[in-house]
Nanobody, 123 residues
Framework: QVQLVESGGGLVQPGGSLRLSCAAS????????MGWFRQAPGKEREFVAG????????YYADSVKGRFTISRDNGKNTVYLQMNSLKPEDTAVYYC????????????????WGQGTQVTVSS
């Protein structure tokens, strides 16, 4: 049984920081690339960041490049998203997801998803 469980969301002021975590169970975590996606009300789910199975390669949406950092700890079966300099437009439900093979920016390529964690950036 594969489970992905996100945590770390919340309310933060513009310019603040949050770190999201995604804990995985089930099949060997290090077999999979991991991605973070987000979905704001009325909008499609969009790619935020992705990391290869080894952690050697990472990828970012242009809108978060330089502000967000994705990382993983295969010993703890966990992937992280450090979010700095948060903006109101970062407000969304954030999801982690896994896929075999390389990172892909399309949500349809991921086979398991977490339940999501809400991030709200507001003063």
């Amino acid at each position: 049984q594969v489970q992905l469980v996100e945590s770390g969301g919340g309310l933060v002021q513009p310019g603040g920081s949050l770190r999201l975590s995604c804990a995985a169970s089930g099949r060997t975590f290090s077999d999979f690339a991991m991605g973070w996606f987000r979905q704001a009300p009325g909008k499609e789910r969009e790619f935020v960041a992705g990391i290869s199975w080894s952690g050697a390669s990472s990828y970012y949406a242009d809108s978060v490049k330089g502000r967000f950092t994705i990382s993983r700890d295969n010993g703890k079966n966990t992937v992280y998203l450090q979010m700095n300099s948060l903006k109101p437009e970062d407000t969304a439900v954030y999801y982690c997801a896994r896929k075999l093979g390389a990172v892909h920016r399309s949500a349809g390529n991921y086979d398991y998803w977490g339940q999501g964690t809400q991030v709200t950036v507001s003063s």
